[in-house]
């Protein structure tokens, strides 16, 4: 006897996962299929390329499991470069012989090395990596000292100095609360509305490293990276905190600071209303 539709629904599941990655040869997470032109022998065509992406990787092994195409939702995109330790997606599975937690061992041994599952479980029918995140949370990682090791400009800004980190949190204090971030959004940005609520920010040190973090309901694109320049470049030429709030307040990125390089950037965490 054939499965109804409706029973065939009842029995999909939904599977939560948390993923990191080193982003550095990534073009960030979103699949992205365009098309491109190449001459081959004095000919023409279009051909459509798939360009490496995560969250192409993860429904490419997904798929090897379903033998079928699965679409993987994620909390949010990450840029060219940008790493994750945190990211969290779900996706919908009919397979039932399948424990969650033994989606970890499966997808990860048809991933590559740079993209790892580090958690999964089932979570409840309604749930959507983007659409219930309560904070996202980013980690912009600085080193500060003259001499870096090769595989720590990886993942890190090579500053080559010291800031005042007092001085900083000062500047970073004036971004908490609802705000508008057009100074911090790049001209292309298409985003409905550039109001994000910015639950916190702050610079720390650990591990001889400088970081900043910030946590906020949403961000615009590469906003992270351009607040994290902005704020240095503030620092380093000692301007007042009545300065860094008239760059917030003239709303041009005009006045805004270089964006900080991508790899020094890493989405840290999600949090969720429910989880």
Known sequence: MTEAPD?????????????????TDFLGWQRQTHSATRSVTDNTTRDTIDTRTVQGAIETALAKIHKTPVTLTGSGRT?????AAGQVANFYTTIQSIDPARFVPALNSL???????????????????RFDARLRTYRY??????????WELRY?????????????ND???????????????IPTDKSKTRSRYIAGARFFIENDRLIFEISANAFLWR?????????????????????????????????????APPQGLFLWKIDYYRD
Not at 111 to 129: G, N, S, V, Y
Not at 156 to 168: N, V
Not at 171 to 185: K, P, S, V
């Open 141 to 150: 990682y600085c080193i500060t000292r003259q001499n870096a090791a090769p």
């Open 7 to 23: 029973d065939a629904a009842q029995r999909r599941r939904n599977i939560r996962l948390l993923v990191s990655y080193d982003g």
């Open 79 to 83: 840029d060219t470069g940008v790493h």
């Open 156 to 168: 890190a800004w090579h500053l080559r100095r010291h800031p005042d980190i007092e001085r900083l």
């Open 111 to 129: 991933l590559p090395r740079d993209i790892r599952i580090r958690d999964a479980r089932q979570t409840r029918d309604d749930f959507h990596a």
């Open 171 to 185: 500047y970073a204090r004036l971004l908490i609360g609802e705000m508008d971030c057009t100074t911090f959004a």
């Open 223 to 259: 906003m992270v990276r351009s607040v994290t320049g902005t704020l240095l470049r503030c620092e380093e030429t000692s301007a007042s905190t009545a300065t860094f709030r008239h760059i917030i307040a003239a709303k041009t990125h005009a006045l805004a600071g270089p964006t």
